[in-house]
């Protein structure tokens, strides 16, 4: 990937061999690695992030379509928010696969458009009456903390979604009925 991403660098009369040698890479650890996710990952978005002319279409949309069916294998649920953007871009969905960088981790990852939650809600207590992590609210995840005279809840969202903050509010009050508001 990161060979991909240096591609602009590369003098304009060497690119495309850059390029096909990079696909080539691709080819060689796919075919070697199989189904493991973070591999058919990188080489759908790369692929997908390429122009027509290096005809990867479809290659990129197999692999992304595979990362889909090996989705619990993800190091994260955010990592599926990059194959779903791929995917609706390469189907004409959405803005062109080439137009916006690859986010190669979900913590790095922007919401380019409105989404709904790819990964089942999830609500952990971390330190029992103290810290909760929150997660599968669209893609934004939260660590709520109980002040230490347990009269507030502060709430640190990791990422961009803020719709979703009330939604992970009640469902943490559900969970924990005892929190103060």
């Not at 929150?134 to 507030?152: A, I, M, N, P, Q």
Request: glycine content about 8%.
């Amino acid at each position: 990937m990161l060979r991909a991403q240096a591609a602009a660098e590369v003098s304009l009369f060497s690119r495309i061999q850059w390029v096909r040698q990079t696909v080539a890479m691709l080819d060689e650890r796919s075919s070697f690695h199989g189904e493991i996710f973070v591999v058919r990952w990188i080489s759908g978005v790369v692929r997908a992030h390429l122009p027509a002319f290096f005809g990867q279409h479809s290659s990129a949309v197999e692999d992304l379509q595979c990362g889909l069916e090996h989705a619990g294998t993800a190091p994260h649920p955010g990592w599926l928010h990059e194959v779903h953007y791929r995917l609706d871009a390469l189907r004409g969905g959405g803005e062109k696969a080439t137009d916006t960088p690859i986010t190669p981790s979900p913590r790095m990852a922007r919401i380019r458009r409105p989404v709904t939650a790819f990964s089942a809600r999830r609500i952990a207590e971390v330190v029992p009456g103290r810290v909760f992590a929150l997660s599968g609210f669209e893609f934004t995840e939260y660590t709520s903390f109980v002040s230490d005279d347990g009269r507030e809840l502060i709430g640190i969202r990791r990422r961009h979604a803020p719709d979703s903050a009330r939604s992970a509010y009640e469902a943490l009050r559900a969970a924990y009925p005892a929190l103060r508001r």
